[in-house]
């Protein structure tokens, strides 16, 4: 089932902060994170696992709640490289994205 | 040297027509996939395979027939071409189920 994720978009000036959130109506083992932009593939940002624990990947951190089924995204001090559709992945034997959000910042 | 490689970029075809994608992975990875995204941007797993061997067929059309000759390699071909399968197809490969994905740069197929 496909997590659903929130808010629909985002614009943002830089250096401005930002959280996109992923839930989930089914029990979550991992939530992926990947960013993609315009005309490209989706990269790879990280992968958080059971445990509650949160990650990094530059100013981009993110926590994962497995009892709440819920995975955010944290954008801090926000670049105008981080524009992108970001999109969560939740793991249960194939990895299923949200519809992803699209992000802009702006100068 | 590019780690995951699809071809062509640009697929552009007549309806009821049937094509190829081609795609090659360099990482010694176990796990290919085949992933839809529409006009929308929502990414859907199509098919994924371990080792050659088929482990995820979503609900896809028969018209699409995925073939891994080898671990490296997973080809995507379409038969009778719809104006609905427009869209952008990724394939991706990890080393494992459930680990991080590496996408290809997508092939754009338009169906006229």
């Known amino acids: 089932q496909q997590p659903v994720q929130s808010p629909q978009a985002v614009i943002l000036r830089e250096g401005e902060d930002a959280v996109i959130n992923c839930s989930s109506s089914?029990?979550?083992?991992?939530v992926h994170w990947y960013r993609q932009k315009h005309g490209e593939a989706p990269i790879f940002l990280m992968i958080?696992?059971?445990?509650?624990e949160q990650k990094g990947h530059d100013k981009i951190s993110a926590s994962f709640n497995e009892k709440k089924q819920q995975s955010s995204l944290y954008l801090t001090a926000s670049q105008l490289s981080y524009s992108g559709t970001y999109f969560c992945g939740t793991e249960g034997g194939k990895l299923t994205f949200g519809k992803g959000i699209t992000l802009s910042v702006r100068p | 040297d590019t780690a995951v490689s699809q071809t062509p970029k640009y697929l552009v075809t007549q309806m009821g027509n049937d094509k190829s994608i081609k795609c090659e992975q360099n990482?010694?990875?176990?796990?290919m996939y085949w992933y839809k995204q529409d006009s929308k941007k929502f990414l859907k797993i199509m098919f994924s395979y371990n080792n050659k061997e088929l482990i995820i067929n979503e609900t896809v059309p028969n018209r699409f027939s995925p073939k891994s000759p080898d671990k490296a390699h997973l080809n995507l071909h379409i038969n009778s071409l719809e104006l609905g399968d427009s869209a952008v197809y990724f394939c991706?490969?990890?080393?494992?189920?459930?680990?991080?994905?590496?996408f290809g740069s997508g092939t754009q197929l338009s169906v006229l």
């Open positions: 991706a490969s990890s080393p494992r189920g459930a680990e991080k994905l590496f």
């Open positions: 958080l696992l059971k445990g509650g």
């Open positions: 990482l010694g990875h176990d796990t």
């Open positions: 089914k029990a979550l083992y991992s």
